[in-house]
Nanobody, 124 residues
Framework: VQLQASGGGPAQAGGSLRLSCAAAERRFGWYAMGWFRQAPGEEREFVAGVTWRSGRKYYADSVKARFTVSRDPAKDTVYLQMDSLKPEDTAVYYC??????????????????WGQGTQVTVSS
């Protein structure tokens, strides 16, 4: 299943961006979808995730109260609303889909499908 992420780009510190990620083909039954990011020279890190059925949300401490993850099951789409952006949010953002896991949403190895990444650049 191909995931297509969009919505990245440049932003000023304190500004906002909204990322979207849609499955190229309809699929029912995701366990969860999530967002990760990778800055230059850094490892990929968990940003946020949402379970598909219940809509339960999880966030990395670094983005809590600034980012909001949401999903639209009818559109097979997950969103990441990013507010109060900081220069340290600069990274390539990846969406991912998880078919099933019992070990949480923050581990990249729990995700089965990945989008191509979208660049977010926040300037001060």
């Amino acid at each position: 299943v191909q995931l297509q992420a969009s919505g990245g780009g440049p932003a000023q510190a304190g500004g906002s961006l909204r990322l979207s990620c849609a499955a190229a083909e309809r699929r029912f039954g995701w366990y969860a979808m999530g967002w990760f990011r990778q800055a230059p020279g850094e490892e990929r890190e968990f940003v946020a995730g949402v379970t598909w059925r219940s809509g339960r949300k999880y966030y990395a401490d670094s983005v809590k109260a600034r980012f909001t993850v949401s999903r639209d099951p009818a559109k097979d789409t997950v969103y990441l609303q990013m507010d109060s952006l900081k220069p340290e949010d600069t990274a390539v953002y990846y969406c991912a889909a998880c078919v099933y896991t019992t070990t949480g949403l923050s581990r990249s190895e729990n995700y089965d499908y990945w989008g191509q990444g979208t660049q977010v650049t926040v300037s001060s």
